[in-house]
């Protein structure tokens, strides 16, 4: 069995973790750190909830002064990196709000190691003013991780994390960070900045549509990110975004030899196949999808795209075939009725079929 991301934080880590703290402030007690950390419900914990039960555990055997408590937890953390060293940037959200100097030098020491993307949006919110002029100081900094916080931190949307509703009203506090960051030249950052244009296109999609279109063509590594950071769009079918990245209106392009598995039991899978034609000599540059329409409780549907593929076809026909399970996962549940699959071409849905899942 695969390992859980939680699991990250065993009792061997606790109990490293322990020995170094007590290493660096003799006063710590490993005993009750260790006892306190491992009550009866810590197996049924997730990720981040073990990640603050450490944090809030720390918060009671270390320095009650913040500054110290920091100072001490920074010679500690340079033992740990990438999920175990997410609880460091933890404790500055649990016990940093209050002094933002101390935090926003603890944030930027701690993103080297993991990230801090998770307490600053705390911060921002409080103190949106002063951390807006800190994400452009951190975007002109000569460390990539500190750059790429400046566009991660404020990310309208970011997973896993409080969101920031007047970035996903009105982005245009955050956009000249994303404009100084959007040649950079670490993938790592222009990723980010990707990540968040993809944030804001879901609630302000003509803001991401215009950025697009001045960004494109400044060079390769630009038109990645753009792409990136334009892939909701393009699994909307945005006409405007179809056609900045060169796909054509599917007018001549039919879906034949069309089926579908009509019938299957709940944690099978369906098998589809179909055939693109065109009486063109090649087919040219598509990006090819299927939109699986699923049944939800209560009657109601819900939809969700899926890519097969993308490139430049130099036949006139191309045959594709495709599974899809329904084996239960745990980012969605499934219901039995009729469902259905349709194939999309460059945005555009040219063929449906339904099919039905039953019981087992």
């Not at 939109?291 to 593929?309: D, L, W």
């Not at 430049?312 to 745990?330: D, G, L």
């Amino acid at each position: 069995m695969a390992e859980l991301l939680k699991d990250v934080f065993d009792r061997k880590f606790i109990k490293s973790l322990a020995a170094d703290l007590k290493e660096s402030y003799p006063r710590f007690d490993k005993t009750v750190f260790i006892k306190a950390v491992f009550t009866k419900d810590w197996p049924e914990k997730a990720l981040k909830q073990r990640m603050r039960h450490i944090s809030e555990n720390m918060q009671c055997c270390l320095p009650s002064d913040y500054k110290k408590a920091i100072s001490l937890l920074k010679r500690v953390s340079d033992n740990y990196s990438e999920l175990q060293h997410l609880i460091f940037p933890d404790f500055i959200e649990l016990c940093g709000i209050d002094d933002l100097s101390t935090s926003i030098d603890a944030m930027a020491y701690f993103t080297e190691k993991s990230s801090s993307e998770f307490p600053i949006r705390f911060f921002i919110i409080k103190y949106e003013k002063q951390m807006l002029t800190q994400m452009k100081k951190w975007a002109k900094s000569k460390n990539e991780h500190r750059r790429r916080l400046a566009s991660e931190g404020c990310r309208p949307r970011l997973p896993w994390a409080i969101a920031l509703p007047k970035y996903k009203n009105d982005p245009s506090a955050i956009l000249p960070i994303l404009e100084s960051l959007k040649e950079d030249e670490s993938e790592y950052v222009r990723r980010s900045v990707a990540n968040n244009l993809n944030d804001i296109s879901k609630d302000n999609p003509n803001v991401v549509i215009e950025i697009a279109k001045k960004w494109k063509g400044i060079s390769p590594e630009t038109d990645k990110l753009v792409k990136h950071g334009c892939r909701t769009l393009l699994k909307q079918g945005e006409p405007k975004i179809i056609k900045l990245f060169g796909f054509r209106e599917p007018k001549d392009i039919e879906v034949k030899k069309f089926k579908v598995t009509k019938e299957i039991k709940m944690g099978e899978e369906i098998e589809f196949a179909f055939t693109l034609n065109t009486n063109k000599k090649k087919l040219g540059l598509l990006r090819i999808e299927y939109i699986i329409e699923f049944v939800r409780q209560n009657n109601k549907t819900g939809k969700k795209v899926f890519k097969i593929s993308e490139g430049h076809y130099a036949e006139n026909e191309r045959m594709i075939t495709k599974k899809h399970s329904f084996r239960p996962i745990s980012t969605r549940k499934y219901y039995v009725g009729q469902h259905s699959v349709s194939i999309v071409v460059n945005g555009i849905v040219l063929s449906t079929k339904k099919f039905i899942i039953k019981n087992k």
